[in-house]
């Protein structure tokens, strides 16, 4: 079992994030692992890629790999469309982008994250800072540090 971080740790903080949609769902992340959001363009698959990695694509003159984030978090792969977007992020000193659909950019109050229950001894819940209960819903807060871990990243880059 992985032990995590009470999402108390968040308390007298405000945190900025942006959120974003997978399946119906909405999950979100520090806006300062976000270096910008672009809309989507085709991206060019990569031969015996891991099955997360869509392809990559040209950012300014770097080649970036380019991440379903659904997939990666254990979901149906992210279908494409006009309201798709590319976030942009920086995890390890690298950069990714990550597919999908941008929803908002909140600011909230570290008192509101609350923690990821448990929900059986086999659950890992690393993936997840805590969850953000509001007006609209439940938003899953992803630590991308703990998604892409350092040694993962380098392989994404090869």
Known sequence: MTTMPKAAAFDGETLEIIAFRL????FCVKTTTIREIRGWAP??????APPEVIGVMNLRGTVIPIIDLAHKLGMKS????????IVVAEVHNMVIGLVDRVSDI?????????PVPEVTA?????FAEGII????????FLNLARMFKERENDELAA
């Open 106 to 114: 909140l600011t909230v109050q570290g008192s509101q994250v609350q």
């Open 78 to 85: 992210t279908v494409t469309n006009e309201r798709s977007a």
């Open 43 to 48: 991206s060019t698959p990569i031969p015996h």
């Open 133 to 140: 209960a509001n007006d609209q819903g439940m938003i899953c």
């Open 23 to 26: 399946h119906e769902q909405e």
């Open 122 to 126: 086999s659950f890992d819940k690393s």
